[in-house]
């Protein structure tokens, strides 16, 4: 098998899709969504690159590099920071009320 950056990248979102579904603590399932955005950036950015391709500046060279999901992923990141900071004061704020993390202590509550 071939390691590239497409095989990883859907390796990290099969770790992160494991870690959300499985765990029962909340900032386990916080950590597998964080991996998941960055397998989907991972692979879209390897989706992105073309050997040998350069920038779609003015230039003498006949292979460019598409630059639309390198700019997509960008916005990905920023949104996924937000997310997760979103997440985690959540996370704190429910610790704070019921003193516990495990989501099946809080079904119980």
Do not use: Q, R
Not at 44 to 69: C, E, H, Q
Not at 71 to 76: H, P, R, S
Not at 102 to 109: K, P, S, T, V, Y
């Amino acid at each position: 098998m071939i390691l590239n950056g497409i095989n990883i990248g859907i390796l990290l979102i099969i770790i992160g899709l494991y870690g959300m579904v499985a765990k029962k603590h909340i900032f386990k399932i916080i950590f597998g969504l964080i991996i998941i955005s960055t397998g989907l950036v991972l692979f879209f950015v390897s989706l992105g690159y073309v050997d040998g391709g350069v920038a779609p500046i003015i230039s003498g060279n006949n292979i460019y590099v598409d630059p639309l999901p390198h700019t997509l992923m960008l916005t990905t990141i920023v949104v996924e920071v937000c997310t997760t900071s979103l997440a985690l004061v959540l996370a704190l704020k429910i610790y704070e009320k019921y003193k516990t993390l495990n989501i099946e202590m809080l079904e119980d509550l």
